[in-house]
Structure formats: structure tokens, C-alpha cells
């Protein structure tokens, strides 16, 4: 069973960055894809974007696209989401998720707080 603990999180000002981690344990991630999502209160839990495992290819929402950058080491079993020119609206818990075949998610971890003060 793979664990995955996030980290990184925080308060920063709005125009600030942030680099959040995601390590897993148990097992190696997914030989799939990894993403991040991200639930501001009140909201549901949305797509953010995912790496494959080679790190050959990334994807983005519109929203983050230009701002966010997910790369991973896998010998480190981490991936990471640089959040660049954070804005308010960004702020929302993290979660890394463990994705199979189907881009499905296999496994979730507990989340980081990321707040973006305006």
C-alpha cells in the first residue's frame, strides 16, 4: 500500500511562490502518472495537473497554466508542484494523488494547506 505525504505548504503574499513536495512510501508511485488537486472551502476538490513517470510530459488547467510546474525524482520518490506568481484565489488544500491506467485516482494523500494573502 503506497503512502504519500505532502509538505511545502504555508502562507505566502499574493505574487509569492511556494514549492510543495509529495513523497511516497510503501511503494514507488504509479508507473502511470501522478497529479495534483487542490479544494478551497466550500468548493470541490478540482484538477490541477499531472506528470507521467518518466517526466516526459505534463499537463495544466488553464488557470494555473504558466504559474505551475510539476516535475518529480523518482530515485527520491517525489514529486513536486512549484506554484510561481500565486494569487489568492489559489489558496485551497493540496492533494497529491497516486493515478493509474485511466488517470484514475488510486491512492490520495493527506493534503497542505497552501493560503495566498491578498
Known amino acids: 500500500q503506497i503512502q504519500l505525504v505532502e509538505s511545502g505548504g504555508g502562507l505566502v503574499q499574493a505574487g509569492g511562490s511556494l514549492r510543495l513536495s509529495c513523497v511516497a512510501s510503501?511503494?514507488?508511485?504509479?508507473?502511470?502518472?501522478t497529479g495534483w488537486f487542490r479544494q478551497a472551502p466550500g468548493k470541490e476538490r478540482e484538477f490541477v495537473g499531472y506528470i507521467r513517470w518518466s517526466g516526459s510530459s505534463t499537463y495544466y488547467v488553464d488557470s494555473v497554466k504558466g504559474r505551475f510546474t510539476i516535475s518529480r525524482d523518482n530515485a527520491k520518490n517525489t514529486v513536486y508542484l512549484q506554484m510561481n506568481g500565486l494569487k489568492p484565489e489559489d489558496t485551497a488544500v493540496y492533494y497529491c494523488?497516486?493515478?493509474?491506467?485511466?488517470?484514475?485516482?488510486?491512492?490520495w494523500g493527506q493534503g497542505t494547506q497552501v493560503t495566498v494573502s491578498s
Open positions: 510503501g511503494r514507488s508511485f504509479s508507473t502511470y502518472a
Open positions: 494523488a497516486d493515478l493509474g491506467a485511466t488517470m484514475a485516482v488510486n491512492h
